[in-house]
């Protein structure tokens, strides 16, 4: 990343200034490809992903593709994630995609040279990343982010049940969930220093109910953004962002995917249901 650069922390404060805080989901589940009218194949694939960019692409700030649903039809439906990265990019839409890897060694750099590397072929600005292998196995994916000028989401706080096993556990007194706030905020130290907001996110749910409080997490602190997937069809609402994030509400990036793309498959309704979800959530985060 060369000094002209601007880090994707930079870049997202921009993009959500602009267009709003929504992070618009594209889950082409099968349930809701159907509910389209569209055929659960590579067709409709295509035809549902298109819509969406179509919809979204220079309108809304962040798009969060979910991996899976385009890895389950192998090659074809990966590449048709591809061109959807693509051609948002294109717009200028900030694109998360949501892949959870985390692996140790040469692995995890293999997938992060896949998604964050100058050579990737379709390149997110952000992926999500799981750390459970312990926080500084993610070190491949943060050190080649900060030099690309891309981002991370280390999952923190997530709002399944069993969840609770591994983020509520304790050693020495201190939860995973909180040591993972903690790694994100020691990554973000530099940025917060200079009044920006950082590059490495965490993912708490919106519905973690009083988790936050319960378990002493300073998400203003950790000075990154904070994926709140849940808000919507999934029960999430604006008390509940206001609940759990309490004065981390300005860093907050709502995710909505099913509330939104319940709209489809018109294009000009997808886009209003995303700009009036938008609209809402930025005049409870204000």
């Known amino acids: 990343m060369t000094m002209t650069e601007l880090t994707f922390g930079q870049r997202l404060r921009t993009a959500t200034d602009t267009h709003g805080p929504l992070c618009a989901g594209i889950d082409p589940h099968r349930a809701l490809v159907e509910s389209w009218g569209l055929g659960y194949d590579v067709d409709g694939l295509a035809a549902f992903t298109d819509a969406c960019v179509d919809a979204f692409a220079g309108h809304v700030g962040v798009v969060k593709p979910q991996s899976a649903f385009f890895e389950v039809f192998g090659s074809r439906g990966i590449a048709i994630l591809e061109r959807a990265i693509l051609a948002l990019r294109e717009a200028g839409t900030l694109v998360i995609l949501d892949a959870k890897r985390g692996d140790i060694g040469s692995t995890m750099m293999a997938y992060a040279e896949a998604y964050l590397g100058k050579d990737a072929v379709a390149p997110a600005d952000a992926i999500t990343v799981s750390p459970y292998l312990g926080f500084e196995s993610l070190r491949p994916a943060l050190d080649l982010a900060a030099q690309t000028g891309r981002g991370v989401f280390v999952l923190g706080l997530t709002s399944n049940p069993e969840g609770r096993t591994v983020q509520h556990a304790r050693l020495r007194d201190v939860s995973v969930a909180e040591s993972m706030v903690a790694g994100a905020a020691g990554e973000n130290a530099g940025a ?21 409080q319960e378990l002493g997490l300073d998400l203003a602190g950790a000075g990154g953004p904070l994926l709140a997937p849940g808000v919507g069809a999934q029960g999430g609402t604006t008390e509940d962002l206001r609940r759990v994030f309490g004065d981390a509400l300005p860093n907050v990036l709502p995710a909505s995917s099913r509330d939104v793309l319940s709209a489809g498959p018109d294009v000009a309704a997808l886009r209003d249901r995303a700009l009036r979800t938008s609209e809402s959530l930025a005049a409870l985060l204000r």
């Not at 917060?192 to 936050?212: D, M, Q």
Request: aromatic share 0%.
């Open 192 to 212: 917060r220093e200079r009044g920006e907001l950082g590059s490495v996110g965490l993912v708490v749910g919106a519905t973690v109910g009083s988790a936050v």
